[in-house]
């Protein structure tokens, strides 16, 4: 449908943000909604992609969420579950009429389905399973019965196979004749008699080879299969680490039950990276869609321990309490000193985490790794410990002060960096999740001996 000038000018993109929703066009899209002009409406979604339409339904409030859904009515597209986030999927399912909710769940391929309802609750899950087909039915039913985050969750069922011995031209009259194919496919996967994949080739390789060429003599060098109870972080490490498109997954006897597909793998990426960012903060699974009570719940464990670290670095205070009493500049500058090697510390578990999650932190290579942070943290805490210890002697006109803090900013800097990569290595080798505990340890042991540090050499030399 064509637009208008003035609704090319307001879905105009802004060069600092090109693909984030305009105010303007969310407005317009509001106003639309609230004179109930479903033309305006679809005049101006109809260049959104069901991820823009996502973001919409997420950003708005749940009275205007609801109010859009009804003038979309038979416009809503079955895309848009897949993409909407979990915290307002279940919201926007039971707004759905039933008869819309039911042509968008058949429009979804079997992964998208399994994606979409193993987190809803039970009684919305069993409105969308009556919704399918019974051949469809079983298959996500099956997929569910697999354990979360496996390969068997990720996979989709429709998969284009052939017989390994076919040839280019056989392939393509079988493709022709059916018009049950996936949707979207990259891949013919070659099987056996019993159904265990042998290779694949490329819709390319197939289109551009003569009828009578064999399959087999165009399969991909380049060939995986995953098992289906195989954890879906290591299928998605191995896309992003061999350049996958696709991949067939098998059951226990080795035969072909579904494919895998390079967009499932990526968002699998994703979302462990949004996963060890939330963690490293202490806020485990939470978005801006949750609600008040939920995020309170969320965030309230680790604010209860990072206050018991609290604690533990001010009793550390306390037992200088006569030698900052003595030296009242102390307390002035002790913040500084922790400070310093709570970043540093930080930096260093950043790297870690990230690296034990992509495979390049590993036992072989952890000693280098170790090297390089001490020399870091000691090039870094002498170019600041000069810096501070002019800025001590200058401020207090002690020179014994500037070297206190100097050396003490050296110490713990160097601290701070093997804390960074020790502690998130420990936590991996007896299991504990590094993303999630290691902050907490960090920031506890460069707090601690910041202060212990800097107070005691204060004690030795300054009283």
């Known amino acids: 449908m064509a637009q208008d000038n003035a609704t090319a000018e307001v879905l105009e993109p802004r060069d600092d943000d090109a693909y984030a929703l305009d105010s303007r066009t969310v407005s317009a899209i509001l106003d639309a909604v609230e004179a109930q002009d479903s033309a305006r409406l679809q005049e101006l979604m109809e260049p959104f992609h069901a991820a ?56 979804l391929e079997s992964d998208d389905v399994v994606d979409l309802i193993e987190d809803l609750e039970e009684p919305t899950q069993e409105t969308i399973l009556e919704i399918l087909e019974a051949s469809d039915r079983v298959a996500v039913e099956q997929a569910l019965s697999l354990p979360e985050y496996s390969a068997g969750r990720l996979m989709q069922r429709e998969v284009v196979m052939a017989p390994e011995h076919w040839s280019v031209g056989e392939a393509i009259d079988y493709m022709r004749a059916h018009d049950d194919l996936p949707e979207q496919f990259y891949h013919i996967v070659l099987v056996d008699p019993r159904l265990r994949p042998v ?14 060429v064999k399959l087999a003599d165009i399969v991909e060098e380049s060939f995986r299969t995953f098992r289906v109870d195989e954890e879906e972080g290591d299928v998605a490490y191995a896309f992003n680490q061999y350049h996958l498109i696709s991949a067939p997954v098998t059951d ?11 967009d499932d793998a990526m968002i ?27 995020i309170v719940r969320q965030r309230f464990p680790w604010l209860f321990v990072n206050l018991i670290t609290a604690i533990l ?32 510390g930080t930096q260093s578990l950043t790297v870690a985490v990230r690296s034990l999650a992509t495979r390049d932190l590993t036992g072989s290579n952890a000693i280098r790794v170790l ?93």
Do not use: H, Y
């Open 313 to 344: 670095a001010s009793l550390v205070i306390a037992q200088f309490e006569e030698t900052i009493g003595a030296i009242v500049a102390l307390a002035v500058l002790m913040p500084i000193v922790a400070s310093m090697g709570g970043n540093a």
């Open 52 to 107: 823009d339409i996502a973001d919409l339904l997420e950003q708005v409030d749940d009275d205007d969420r609801r109010a859009l859904i009804a003038l979309m009515g038979d416009e809503f597209d079955g895309d848009i579950l897949s993409e909407l986030a979990e915290g307002v999927r279940e919201d926007v399912i039971a707004a759905l009429a039933p008869q819309v909710l039911s042509q968008a769940v058949l429009e």
């Open 371 to 463: 090297r390089r942070e001490i020399v870091a943290g000691l090039v870094n805490g002498c170019v600041f410990a000069i810096l501070m210890g002019i800025i001590g002697f200058l401020w207090f006109g002690t020179p014994m002060l500037g070297a206190v803090i100097a050396t003490a900013m050296v110490i713990n800097l160097v601290i701070a960096g093997l804390a960074g990569i020790l502690i998130p290595l420990t936590l991996d080798k007896v299991g504990v999740d590094p993303a999630l505990a290691s902050g907490v340890f960090v920031t506890t042991v460069t707090d601690v001996m910041g202060f212990f540090v800097f107070l005691g050499l204060a004690g030795i030399f300054l009283i």
């Open 268 to 294: 699998v990426l994703q979302e462990e990276n949004e996963e060890d960012i939330r963690r490293l903060a202490g806020i485990g699974v939470e978005s801006l869609n949750d609600r008040t009570l939920t």
């Open 199 to 212: 290779g694949q080739t490329t819709l390319g390789k197939i289109m551009s080879s003569r009828r009578e």
């Open 252 to 262: 226990g006897e080795g035969r072909l039950v579904g494919v895998i597909t390079i």
